[in-house]
């Protein structure tokens, strides 16, 4: 069987350059969208990724045709946020149960829009991995409330009507990432030359 790279010329596998940056920066997102991050730091990571990539992008970009890197590098940020935002989703639609827990705690988060951090456990005494985050102080400590959780803690719980409004994140993250791709092998194409 043939290879198809073979028959390329090799700069234009240079756009894999582009791609791999996205793709660290996308990893990276990923695992701010976990759990493993407290949700109102995301803000800072997505800043933080931002001007990583930038700062990649800036070294190994060069010779890249301009319109195209241009688009790549909008739709590519574009994807880094979706993946940041739609991680927890995208984990609790794929491999996430609905439990009975009960709020152990309450934190308040300041800033431009107060948003309420509640710690849970399952009735069973087990607490359930990362905080559920509502924009209004609707629960107090004690009450019973119904949440998707991840079973191994990886995302961050949400109610049910939270999760329906992320439906099918995760299929809209792998088109995005290969729309992303085709547009950095775009970008990375050598120029044709000028006919004299």
């Known amino acids: 069987m ?5 028959a ?17 920066a996308a990893l990276a997102a990923g695992l701010a969208g976990s759990a493993l991050l407290p949700a109102e730091h995301r803000g800072l990571a997505v800043g933080l990724i931002l001007a990583a990539g930038l700062a990649a992008s800036w070294f190994a970009l060069s010779g890249f045709r301009p319109v195209w890197t241009a688009v790549a590098a909008v739709i590519g940020f574009l994807f880094v946020v979706i993946v940041l935002r739609e991680t927890g989703p995208s984990l609790l639609q794929l491999r996430g149960g609905q439990v009975e827990a009960q709020v152990m705690s309450l934190r308040e988060s300041g800033g431009s829009a107060d948003r309420y951090h509640y710690a849970m456990a399952a009735h069973s005494g087990r607490a359930v991995g990362g905080e559920l985050t509502v924009d209004e102080n609707a629960y107090r ?31 809209a993250v792998i088109v995005l990432y290969l729309v992303t791709a085709v547009l950095c ?8 030359a000028k006919a004299s």
């Open 141 to 171: 400590v004690g009450e019973s409330v119904t949440v998707v959780e991840d079973p191994d803690g990886l995302a961050h719980p949400m109610l049910p009507s939270q999760l329906t409004e992320h439906r099918q994140s995760w299929l």
């Open 2 to 6: 043939r290879n198809p790279f073979r």
């Open 185 to 192: 092998l775009l970008a990375g194409r050598p120029r044709r």
């Open 8 to 24: 390329m010329h090799p700069r234009q596998l240079r756009g894999l350059r582009l791609f791999l940056v996205i793709t660290v």
